[in-house]
């Protein structure tokens, strides 16, 4: 009963618990890093005066990890800034992985 009482995410706008992936947003937001939204939540901030970020557990972060990590590898492969290229390839795929390591894989499907 501890165990799942720790494994609770809450909407960092409501304070509501949520219950499955489906109402799950992650946004990369400082100080937080990564924050969970519900989908209401986040449109409501996304409309505001201070916007949340992209959500980083979408389709279309899948898509910019796909497209932009391999134009990145070859930038490294082939130019002699090659650690800068490095990095911009890792950064979309490291933020994914923490957003699922802190946050996704503790809700339920």
């Not at 990564?34 to 505001?48: D, L, M």
Request: net charge neutral.
């Amino acid at each position: 009963m501890e165990e799942q009482a720790k494994n609770i995410i809450y909407c960092a706008r409501c304070a509501d618990e949520i219950v499955s992936k489906n109402d799950l947003i992650t946004v990369l937001q400082w100080p937080g890093l990564i924050v969970a939204y519900h989908p209401r939540c986040y449109g409501e901030r996304a409309q505001g005066s201070n916007p949340a970020g992209a959500p980083l557990n979408s389709h279309a972060m899948i898509w910019l990890i796909a497209l932009f990590s391999p134009l990145c590898l070859a930038g490294f492969v082939f130019s002699s800034f090659a650690p800068i290229w490095l990095a911009l390839a890792l950064i979309i795929p490291i933020l994914r992985l923490l957003s699922w390591l802190l946050i996704e894989r503790k809700v339920s499907q």
